[in-house]
């Protein structure tokens, strides 16, 4: 299948499992797209490689990497993928670094998501404001009339 393919990857420069760069970049996306385009996010699993580079094993590396899914408490990397209609990066966060990863794409995403919405509302409170500050000069005017 066609899809989704491997952007630049970007490695996690301070090793502390946050992956600035990565969350960096994909601010950058969120708001590259904020008027026109779509941000994708996919993850998958990253297995260790057993058969590496051999062409003629496809049956024997599917099979392990199937074995290898069958396990429950395997521990396994996250590739992370994302895209916007100019740019594609990637990180590949560590199995032991990947809750630290979670909270900082969690925290991100809602930004971004929720920003639109609070805009919106501040805007509707603005205006409920003027008009109920233009209603308050109307009545002023007839009064002293």
Not at 3 to 32: E, P, R, S, T
Not at 60 to 89: G, Y
Not at 99 to 118: D, G, H, P, T
């Amino acid at each position: 299948g066609g899809g989704f393919k491997m952007g630049k990857v970007i490695a996690d420069a301070k090793g502390k499992g946050a992956h600035d760069d990565f969350l960096n970049g994909l601010k950058q996306m969120y708001a590259g797209t904020k008027k026109w385009g779509t941000v994708r996010l996919c993850f998958k699993r990253m297995f260790k490689e057993n058969f590496k580079f051999k062409k003629s094993m496809r049956k024997e590396r599917l099979a392990d990497k199937e074995a290898q899914a069958q396990q429950p408490k395997a521990k396994f990397d996250i590739v992370v993928k994302a895209q916007s209609p100019s740019r594609k990066i990637t990180a590949i966060v560590d199995s032991s670094k990947a809750e630290v990863f979670q909270r900082e794409l969690a925290s991100i995403q809602n930004q971004q998501i929720f920003r639109e919405l609070m805009e919106a509302n501040k805007k509707k409170k603005k205006q409920k404001q003027g008009a109920a500050k233009a209603g308050e000069q109307q009545k002023k005017e007839k009064g002293q009339q």
